[in-house]
């Protein structure tokens, strides 16, 4: 039995590497980020991004989410990393709106037609001027940790609006 014991330890110590601890220790196959602030002042925040996007002639890119979220954290984990950085950052302003137990700035969502967050993260893609791109995959991210990543870099860098 003992031995038994001292072999999984081995296994453990010998294979650091395959998997990366999470900030609550966790492992995670993905990285991971807790960008949603309860107290921010997210209408201001989204609003702020949408007047940046006219100017710059780029997107919003409205991440409503929340730090308990796995999903959430996956999905901004991935956008931290310099290939999404770089890609998002020449298309998109990029906005975090904390969500709660979605019971948190559900308005913003209304605001552009999502009436419901139904799961975390429900990402919206944004023209410059408030149009929602993408009413029907917006509430699709709920599975983001478990996406792979060449989809979803896929999915925001050949963006196609769907109105």
């Known amino acids: ?30 990285p991971e980020a807790k960008p949603y602030e309860k107290n921010a002042k997210a209408s201001q925040d989204v609003d702020a991004a949408l007047a940046r996007a006219v100017a710059a002639d780029k997107r919003v890119l409205l991440v409503m989410g929340a730090n308990w979220c796995h999903d959430s954290r996956g999905l901004a984990g991935w956008f931290e990393q310099p290939r999404f ?30 009436e419901k967050i139904k799961g975390t993260p429900t990402v919206l893609v944004l023209s410059s001027q408030g149009a929602l791109l993408n009413p029907k995959s917006a509430p699709t ?12 870099f896929s999915y925001f860098d050949q963006f196609t609006p769907e109105l």
Request: avoid cysteine; hydrophobic fraction near 45%; aromatic fraction near 10%.
């Open 1 to 30: 039995m003992l031995r038994h014991f001292f072999f999984a330890v081995g296994l453990s110590l010998a294979a650091p590497g395959l998997a990366a601890p999470s900030a609550d220790g966790s492992v995670a196959e993905h």
């Open 85 to 114: 950085a770089e890609m998002l950052k020449t298309k998109y302003e990029v906005v975090y709106v904390d969500v709660g137990h979605r019971d948190r700035n559900i308005d913003i969502a209304q605001r552009f037609g999502i």
């Open 141 to 152: 991210w709920r599975n983001a940790a478990s996406r792979d990543e060449e989809e979803i």
